[in-house]
Structure formats: C-alpha cells, structure tokens
Nanobody
Framework: VQLQASGGGLVQSGGSSRLSCTAS????????IGWFRQAPGKEREFVAA????????FYADSVKGRFTISRDNANNTVNLQMNSLKPEGTAVYYC?????????????????WGQGTLVTVSS
C-alpha cells in the first residue's frame, strides 16, 4: 500500500498548481483522502479532505474558496487544485488515506501517508 504525492514546485504568488495523490497496491475508491501541509518549523496542518463518495469535502478556512479537492477514480487519483496561492502556502504537502466512510481534519485519523511534495510560493 503506497501513496505518492506529486505536482509540487515553484509557483508565483497568485498563481495556481495542482497536486495529485496516486495510490499503488490498492484502490482509493473506498478510502477517505486528506491533504495536509507542513511549513518549516510548524506543525502539520489540515488542508482538505474528501470521502470515498466524493459527494462533499472539508476545507481549512485558510484555503476555502481557493483550493478544490476532487477524485479521479478511473485513475486511482485524488487531486488538489490550488488557485490564488499565497507565500504562506509554502510547505511540504502530504496526502493521506483512511479506509472509512467518514472524514477527519486530524492527521492521526489517517493510516497511510505519501512522502510529500514541496510547494514553494514566491512573493
């Protein structure tokens, strides 16, 4: 069971980027997926989460209206579209999975984690 986060890089403030979380060894269809980020010297924080159904999503207040999480079950992937990026969004972004029908904003809820992908937003 492996998760891989990809799509990070250098983005200008106000720009957009899309992160992808791809699973290998299992299907993401029955899993709740969360995105978290950790900036240097700070704790890991919740960004967004989506249940297996994809029928709703949770967002952190700091990204609401700018980020969109979505599922692409055909490609066993969950995407995080990030628009209007801000320099404070610079962090390593992680995706996480939990075999569950419910969602959580808590990192400890999730069982599987990807390795993280760095997003740097320049001012």
């Amino acid at each position: 069971v492996q998760l891989q986060a990809s799509g990070g890089g250098l983005v200008q403030s106000g720009g957009s980027s899309r992160l992808s979380c791809t699973a290998s060894g299992f299907s993401l269809e029955s899993y709740a997926i969360g995105w978290f980020r950790q900036a240097p010297g700070k704790e890991r924080e919740f960004v967004a989460a989506i249940p297996w159904s994809g029928s709703y999503a949770f967002y952190a207040d700091s990204v609401k209206g700018r980020f969109t999480i979505s599922r692409d079950n055909a490609n066993n992937t969950v995407n995080l579209q990030m628009n209007s990026l801000k320099p404070e969004g610079t962090a390593v972004y992680y995706c996480a999975a939990k075999y569950s029908t419910v969602l959580s904003r808590t990192p400890g809820f999730y069982d599987y984690w990807g390795q993280g992908t760095l997003v740097t937003v320049s001012s």
